[in-house]
């Protein structure tokens, strides 16, 4: 039996992060992954802000950069569109090369002192009296792993907190996607991502081509709510009416799930915390969890190497981790499932209006009382749901404008 301090479940960027922290503050870390090759396949658009690097101290490597982002594109139902660059907004990006990344992630747990075992399959996990079991079968064959403390970071699904009695995924908070990667994309502007709004184009939710240089991107949509046509369904028909994608050709393809209801009721336990996907560390709006979900494996990474030194595992203890993440996300994984109800129920028109009236606007020389005017020339309706979403995402902002 091999016994650690420390055991974190998935080697995806949370995992990943989790036991860099964990090592780094003195605790023996193992690090499990059910996959041959870390990284593959990759689940995701790849899109993220390099703000986020800022708040996680890593500083961003070429070697997994793709491409460098720095403005946005969304079209409306209607064919209109609405470009902001950072030049408007101070608000940059990057595409990753996941398969790339989640292995320098890995590799820095690994330098920070975590013992990293792949190939691995955690089939079960049971308390005892010094915290988990974990029964794995391995290319060595079965081995067990005892462990004081549990990360449980094994994506959207999360066998092994549903194990715990945790359930951290339904239906009805899942965002179907699928995507593919392609190359001979025909997009106007690498250094811009795009979004396609509208109920034909993915049921409450959007599409996106993510480019990656050299006529390579990221196509993809995810769909929400009660849909006769599947998210497959809905992206074939998106590259067969899209301009840039007309003549593209797949390279690669991906399907799944992403979590998009918030966090889940109970990240943490005795001896347990749970971070990533598995926790719900998603952007309830746009599905993006890279970043989200690397602060939480952050949080849980620290919380966990202290509460080893304090030799005080309670769920009393690793309240903190909590606290912790909801400090690093502004408490906005708990906020946005509101705001994202409101994006959600825009109907078509309510799109092409919105984008009509932002293209009225100079970002660069507008202020907030500026937006609220350009907001209430909107129709009743929905400039309700505008104010109501403003307000959601930020409140401070806007009760100083409106008392």
């Not at 184009?201 to 990221?218: D, M, Q, R, S, T």
């Amino acid at each position: 039996m091999l016994k650690t301090d420390v055991v974190v479940i998935g080697a995806g960027p949370a995992g990943s992060m989790a036991a860099k922290h964990a090592a780094l503050g003195g605790a023996n870390v193992v690090l499990i992954d059910k996959k041959s090759e870390i990284g593959t396949p990759k689940r995701c658009a790849e899109g993220v802000y390099d703000e986020g690097f800022k708040w996680l101290n890593i500083e961003p490597d070429e070697r997994w950069i793709a491409q460098r982002i720095y403005g946005a594109t969304l079209h409306s139902p209607d064919g209109n569109s609405f470009t902001v660059t950072s030049e408007d907004v101070p608000v940059q990006g990057f595409i990753l090369e996941r398969k790339v990344f989640d292995k320098h992630m890995a590799m820095d747990a690994a330098r920070a002192g975590a013992k990293i075992m792949i190939k691995t399959l955690v089939t079960d996990i049971k308390r005892n009296e010094n915290g988990f079991i974990l029964s794995c079968d391995s290319i060595e064959g079965t081995i067990e792993v005892e462990a004081k403390i549990a990360i449980c970071a094994d994506g959207p699904e999360s066998i092994m907190a549903k194990k715990l009695g945790i359930n951290s995924t339904t239906p009805q908070n899942m965002m179907s996607c699928a995507q593919f990667e392609m190359c001979n994309v025909d997009y106007n502007d690498d250094e811009k991502i795009e979004f396609y709004l509208g109920q034909d184009v993915a049921l409450k939710g959007y599409a996106w081509i993510f480019p990656k240089g050299n006529g390579v991107a990221n196509v993809g949509l995810g769909v929400t709510g009660n849909t006769d046509k599947t998210a497959y369904e809905y992206i074939m028909d998106f590259i067969e009416k899209c301009p840039a994608t007309k003549n593209a050709q797949p390279i690669e393809m991906n399907i799944g799930g992403d979590p998009i209801n918030g966090l889940i009721e109970k990240i943490y336990d005795d001896n347990l915390l749970i971070c990533g996907d598995a926790a719900g560390q998603v952007n309830p709006i746009e599905g993006g969890g890279i970043i989200e979900g690397m602060l939480g494996g952050m949080a849980a990474g620290d919380v966990a190497a202290k509460a080893i030194k304090e030799e005080n595992y309670s769920k009393e203890r690793l309240h903190e981790y909590y606290e912790k993440y909801s400090e690093l996300s502004f408490n906005l994984i708990e906020t946005l499932p509101a705001a994202r109800d409101i994006v959600y129920s825009f109907t078509d028109d309510e799109y092409n209006k919105i984008i009509s009236v932002a293209n009225t606007i100079d970002l660069k020389n507008i202020s907030k009382r500026d937006v609220l005017k350009v907001v209430f020339k909107l129709p009743p309706t929905l400039t309700t749901k505008l104010i109501k979403l403003l307000k959601i995402v930020f409140p401070k902002q806007m009760k100083s404008i409106l008392f």
